[in-house]
């Protein structure tokens, strides 16, 4: 549902400009993930699940956009199935590059990223008041909170499609 709903959220990019809703769906992705480390029931993992696909699923959708305003037709095709590709590379990494490393079986010795993650998970129930569980499973959405660092990066690196602004400008009467 979250994957569907991210095509509606996709249409404020019309309206408010492609950098500015990557900037939304980086932090809202990152928010949501990292909230999930801290439910305390169902329903509220659920909840933050869908905010999470929500702002990931636009967040792809813009990158793609992005890259189709912004390439030359020339080069349009390879730079989308880079960025295709790179999902795709994103997803291995997760799933044998960091989840071992973070979701440990019971008994097995620690390592830095666990003991961040941990860490994380920790501190954020003791700030919120709540039961401090040691579930290793909170650690992994602990972890996704890092990506809200990017924001800085974008922040100041990212600027706006030529596409986007041309049609802002009035220069085509296209729509963005």
Same mark, same amino acid.
């Given at each position: 549902v979250?994957v569907?709903?991210?095509?509606?959220?996709m249409? *404020?990019?019309? /309206?408010?400009?492609?950098?500015?809703m990557?900037?939304? =769906? #980086?932090?809202?992705?990152a928010? !949501?993930? @990292?909230?999930?480390?801290?439910?305390?029931?169902?329903t509220?993992?659920?909840?933050?699940?869908?905010?999470?696909?929500?702002f990931?699923t636009?967040?792809?959708?813009?990158?793609?956009?992005?890259?189709?305003?912004?390439?030359?037709?020339? *080069?349009?095709? /390879?730079?989308?199935?880079?960025?295709?590709?790179?999902? =795709? #590379?994103?997803?291995?990494?997760? !799933?044998? @590059?960091v989840?071992?490393?973070?979701?440990?079986p019971?008994?097995?010795?620690?390592?830095w990223?666990?003991?961040?993650?941990?860490?994380?998970?920790?501190?954020?129930?003791?700030?919120?008041?709540?039961?401090?569980?040691?579930?290793?499973?909170?650690?992994l959405?602990?972890?996704?909170?890092?990506p809200?660092?990017?924001?800085?990066?974008?922040?100041?690196?990212?600027?706006?499609?030529?596409?986007?602004?041309?049609?802002?400008?009035?220069?085509?009467?296209?729509?963005?």
């Open positions: 979250g569907w709903a991210s095509f509606l959220f249409l *404020y990019a019309d /309206r408010f400009g492609r950098r500015t990557m900037m939304i =769906t #980086v932090v809202g992705f928010v !949501a993930n @990292g909230a999930t480390a801290f439910v305390t029931d169902k509220q993992f659920m909840l933050w699940q869908f905010l999470s696909r929500l990931l636009a967040e792809y959708s813009l990158a793609v956009i992005m890259a189709g305003e912004e390439f030359p037709a020339r *080069y349009r095709g /390879r730079a989308i199935a880079i960025l295709t590709s790179l999902a =795709t #590379v994103g997803v291995m990494v997760m !799933a044998k @590059g989840q071992p490393y973070v979701l440990l019971e008994g097995a010795e620690g390592n990223l666990h003991d961040a993650g941990a860490w994380m998970v920790a501190t954020g129930q003791a700030l919120l008041g709540l039961e401090q569980d040691g579930e290793t499973w909170r650690a959405y602990a972890l996704g909170l890092l809200l660092v990017l924001i800085l990066v974008l922040r100041v690196a990212m600027r706006e499609t030529r596409r986007f602004e041309a049609v802002q400008q009035g220069r085509d009467g296209a729509t963005p």
